[in-house]
């Protein structure tokens, strides 16, 4: 499986430069990726409360239709991250697009504190069967919390994708907790971060990476933007649980509702 890593700078508020931006990464991707992975809120970037409501879009908005449409165009995947407006309640969302259309949205469900208030936080955590891998989303702070990653863990996922708006002097954090993320839950992991300013003097950490279910870093960017092109052998999945399988070891499990779709989607709901 081939994922792209895409660490791009970004505008705040500025949804039809970023738009154009992401459309013209996965319009020049390589002809054999699966997977384009975009930084946290891409297509909006980060804006203020009093912003939020004119920048914002449904997930069935313009925008994530014009990325629908350059996805099919490509024969490709995305990950990509919104300011989303469900009638009047804003969520930090981000979305897989594949071909099919949108296969797995999630809501961020760990807010950094200058987004409470604007945003409103998710209530479960979802996983979907793409490609023959289960795949779950997070999103930047949620990383730093380990009971997400394991809610994700405990509804089979494999591939944990963060998209990421981390900055300085906070980088080191999530080098540190992507890494372990990855190995305590048997998984691969691929966050990619935005780099550049942004609006109120935010300067973007980058470092990007892939890690592989025993911990490894197999990529991790710098400051600048760059595509990088990731593989991941699927076969270490196994490899890595071969002789201990921490999620079948475990004594406590994570509380919620477990709901399993037709479509292949698991949800966790918070209680």
Request: glycine letters at 10%; proline letters at 4%.
């Amino acid at each position: 499986m081939k994922i792209e890593l895409m660490q791009l700078a970004g505008r705040d508020g500025d949804t039809a430069y970023n738009l154009g931006c992401t459309i013209k990464a996965i319009a020049t991707c390589a002809d054999d990726t699966d997977l384009l992975v975009f930084p946290e809120t891409q297509l909006m970037g980060f804006v203020d409360a009093e912003q939020l409501a004119s920048v914002a879009e449904p997930l069935n908005g313009p925008t994530l239709q014009a990325i629908l449409q350059v996805v099919r165009e490509r024969n490709v995947s995305v990950v990509v991250g919104i300011a989303e407006n469900d009638a009047g309640t804003y969520y930090n969302t981000s979305v897989l697009v594949t071909p099919e259309g949108i296969a797995l949205s999630y809501r961020k469900t760990h807010l950094w504190p200058s987004e409470r208030g604007a945003f409103c936080p998710g209530d479960r955590y979802v996983t979907a069967l793409w490609k023959g891998v289960r795949v779950g989303i997070l999103i930047c702070y949620d990383i730093e919390l380990p009971e997400s990653s394991r809610a994700l863990a405990q509804l089979g996922a494999e591939l944990i994708i963060v998209t990421n708006g981390n900055m300085d002097p906070y980088g080191p954090v999530h080098r540190t907790a992507i890494m372990a993320r990855a190995q305590e839950n048997q998984a691969f992991a691929v966050m990619v971060n935005r780099i550049g300013e942004g609006d109120g003097g935010l300067v973007f950490a980058g470092g990007s990476a892939a890690v592989d279910p025993f911990g490894r870093v197999l990529f991790e960017a710098g400051r600048q933007e760059c595509r990088q092109v990731v593989e991941l052998d699927l076969e270490q999945l196994q490899t890595a649980r071969r002789e201990y399988d921490y999620l079948s070891d475990r004594r406590l499990h994570l509380p919620g509702e477990r709901v399993d779709h037709a479509d292949g989607r698991r949800e966790l709901l918070i209680p």
